[in-house]
């Protein structure tokens, strides 16, 4: 058998087992003070961009609104346009960095539909490239990411 080292992977695996940091995680990450750290790449008025920690794919993006609420039905129209102004932006942003081949585009509202995070609503993109699914996750339960986060971070960075 060979081995896949895949160390970063742990921190993903301890959040598992650990009892959690205490409020909303986008909240707190919102509200600290290092937005590299925190993978912030971008503060509007009523959005902001962070890339997930724990990525699907290279450049995996989450846009959040700024105010706390499970449901993008109980935001205002406006804040509602901001969300997805900041999806296109993130979209545009992502193509010239990555040139993907496609993307994956939406949310998961409520535990049933896949929200790992159910209490604050968040946009999911995903860029997506020909042949990125493989046997590896099937068979493996190994996501191959091929670039380190931070520089993801300063890469995607440049663009906001």
């Known amino acids: 058998m060979e081995n896949l080292w895949a160390p970063w992977r742990a921190e993903y695996m301890d959040t598992f087992d650990a009892p959690g940091e205490k409020g909303c995680i986008f909240c707190n990450r919102y509200n600290g003070k290092d ?19 724990f990525p699907y ?13 499970a449901d993008v039905t109980d935001l205002s129209i406006e804040a509602n346009h901001e969300l997805w102004d900041t999806v296109l932006r993130c979209r545009r942003a992502l ?29 999911h993109i995903v860029p997506r490239w ?11 339960q ?10 993801t971070y300063d890469r995607l960075k440049e663009q906001f």
């Open 35 to 53: 937005d590299r750290n925190s993978l912030i790449l971008f503060r509007g008025q009523g959005t902001f961009v962070i890339m997930n920690r």
């Open 57 to 69: 794919n290279n450049g995996h993006l989450l846009v959040i609104p700024v105010r706390h609420v």
């Open 95 to 123: 193509e010239n960095v990555f040139h993907p081949h496609g993307y994956n585009i939406g949310l998961n509202l409520g535990r049933a539909a896949g929200a790992g995070i159910e209490a604050h609503c968040h946009v």
């Open 130 to 140: 020909n042949g990125d699914t493989n046997f590896m996750p099937v068979f493996g």
């Open 142 to 151: 190994v996501k191959v990411i091929s670039e380190e986060l931070l520089k």
